[in-house]
Nanobody, 129 residues
Framework: QVQLVESGGGMVQPGGSLRLSCTASGISLDYHTVGWFRQGPGKEREGVSCMSASDNSTFYIDSVKGRFTISRGYTWNTVYLQMNSLKPEDTAVYYC??????????????????????WGKGTLVTVSS
């Protein structure tokens, strides 16, 4: 059974940083495309970033480019999202996700879920002064 567990959320002032972690069990994230999504208050869930399994290429939505960085950990079951220069509009529950297929490419154009099949329960990030 695949489980994804997010951690690292919290409250931070505008301009601050947080690093979110996603730890997996039942799946080796090294072989799967992974992504981070978020759902802000009163908003629909949106994709934020993903990293392809085939070549480790990355994708970011425009609003986080240059501020957020997705990366894989040194172990096979961890993915991170480093978030810098946080803004109040980044306030959301952040979800880790993974594609069930192996060695695929990140596909932001394949609909709202970007082709992801496995989801964590989320971690809350609040950016406020």
């Amino acid at each position: 059974q695949v489980q994804l567990v997010e951690s690292g959320g919290g409250m931070v002032q505008p301009g601050g940083s947080l690093r979110l972690s996603c730890t997996a069990s039942g799946i080796s994230l090294d072989y799967h495309t992974v992504g981070w999504f978020r759902q802000g208050p009163g908003k629909e869930r949106e994709g934020v970033s993903c990293m392809s399994a085939s070549d480790n290429s990355t994708f970011y939505i425009d609003s986080v480019k240059g501020r957020f960085t997705i990366s894989r950990g040194y172990t096979w079951n961890t993915v991170y999202l480093q978030m810098n220069s946080l803004k109040p509009e980044d306030t959301a529950v952040y979800y880790c996700s993974a594609d069930s297929s192996t060695f695929t490419l990140c596909s932001p154009s394949t609909g709202a879920t970007w082709g992801m099949d496995f989801w964590g329960k989320g971690t809350l990030v609040t950016v406020s002064s």
